[in-house]
C-alpha cells in the first residue's frame, strides 16, 4: 500500500512537466509570428538607421515560425497579432510605445535563446 501512494505523485508530477512542456512549445511557435508582427510594425516607427535591424529581426522570427507552422499559418496568426495590436494603440501610432514595452524585450530575448540551427 505505501508503494501506491508514494509512486502516485511521482506520476502525477511526470506528466504534469510533460504537459507543461507541450503547452510551452505551442505557445513558443505562435509568439514567433506574433514577434515578427512587433517588429515589423515597430519599422512603421522606428528612427533613422532603426528600420534595416527591425526588418532583419522581423525575419529572423517568420523564419522560425515557418519551421513549426506552415507559411499560410505563420501569416494568418501575424495578421491577428498586428491586429490586435493596432488595437491595443487604438489605431494611434504615437502610442507605440505601449508596444515596446509589451513585446522588445520578450521578443528580443526570445529571438537570442532560439538555436539558429
Not at 508503494?3 to 512537466?17: A, E, I, M, R
Not at 509570428?33 to 510594425?41: L, P, Q, S
Not at 505601449?98 to 522588445?104: A, G, K, T, V, W
Request: proline share 2%; hydrophobic share 40%.
Amino acid at each position: 500500500m505505501k508503494v501506491k501512494y508514494f509512486f502516485f505523485p511521482w506520476v502525477l508530477f511526470f506528466f504534469s512537466g510533460q504537459a507543461s512542456a507541450a503547452e510551452t512549445a505551442t505557445l513558443q511557435r505562435y509568439s514567433f509570428a506574433h514577434c515578427a508582427a512587433y517588429f515589423f510594425n515597430s519599422t512603421k516607427v522606428s528612427r533613422v538607421g532603426q528600420y534595416e535591424e527591425l526588418y532583419q529581426l522581423g525575419e529572423e522570427a517568420i523564419g522560425f515560425s515557418r519551421r513549426t507552422l506552415t507559411n499560410e499559418e505563420t501569416v494568418f496568426r501575424m495578421a491577428e497579432a498586428s491586429e490586435e495590436m493596432t488595437n491595443i494603440i487604438e489605431r494611434d501610432w504615437r502610442k507605440f510605445e505601449i508596444l515596446r514595452d509589451m513585446y522588445d524585450l520578450s521578443c528580443r530575448r526570445l529571438l537570442l535563446d532560439t538555436p539558429k540551427d
